[in-house]
């Protein structure tokens, strides 16, 4: 089966750095993304990684280890929009995009 | 454009209707995606259409029917559903359903009462 496992809640205050991890149990899946979800909006898409290491976006920033079966996202200079949930998710063969169950981030002033 | 359209964006139902969610995107994208969402859980993929074939159905229960008309529409057909149905449908496209697809779309969703 796949599992993908991410911390439920996480806060931090405005201007800071927060790191949501994802820790996976899955095989033969192409790479790992993350999707934020504003309460009662869409998914949107915000990172992808194929290979190890880094990806940088912005204030955004993913990262993966297949070695570690562990990858996660890094929020920096946290503004208030960024409260949402953020949902790892695996491409699997055959075009399954599964998500983990994702991370409610609240932003405090 | 980048968007996926969805209509209509809340549909209250009797347990004996039938109506049909509808879903549209002018990407040129030839996956297509529809997704069942509960209230604090993630999004979980019910079908995925491919080159507007049928390529994947997650045992998803035969009153709900999917339908691709064509490569940029995509409904869900429902039928005889249970208040346990009552959810946010979301359609998503991408690409292609392979490997080569990083970013899926998702529209804004059908809320779904059943009563």
């Known amino acids: 089966g796949q599992s993908l496992e991410q911390p439920s809640e996480v806060t931090a205050v405005e201007g800071a750095i927060v790191q949501i991890n994802c820790t996976y149990q899955?095989?033969?899946?192409?790479?790992l993304s993350w999707y934020q979800q504003h309460d009662g909006g869409a998914p949107t898409f915000l990172s992808y990684n194929a290979l190890d290491g880094l990806e940088e976006t912005g204030r955004f920033s993913s990262f993966l280890s297949r070695s570690d079966s562990y990858g996660y996202l890094l929020l920096q200079e946290l503004q208030m929009k960024d409260s949402a949930s953020y949902f790892c998710a695996v491409i699997h063969q055959g075009g399954k995009l599964i998500f983990g169950q994702g991370t409610e981030l609240s932003v405090k002033p | 454009d980048t968007e996926v359209t969805q209509t209509p964006k809340h549909l209250v139902m009797g347990m004996t209707n039938k109506k049909s969610l509808k879903c549209e995107q002018h990407?040129?994208?030839?996956?297509m995606y529809w997704y069942k969402q509960k209230a604090k859980k993630p999004p979980e993929l019910m079908f995925v259409?491919?080159?507007?074939?049928?390529?994947i159905n997650e045992s998803v229960p035969s009153r709900f029917s999917p339908e691709c008309p064509n490569s940029s529409l995509l409904n869900l057909h429902l039928h005889a559903l249970q208040p346990e149905d009552s959810a946010l449908y979301l359609c998503a496209s991408s690409q292609e359903s392979s490997g080569a697809t990083t970013e899926a779309f998702f529209g804004q969703g059908t809320r779904l009462t059943v009563v």
């Open positions: 990407m040129g994208h030839r996956a």
């Open positions: 259409y491919s080159y507007e074939k049928l390529s």
């Open positions: 899955t095989s033969g899946f192409y790479g």
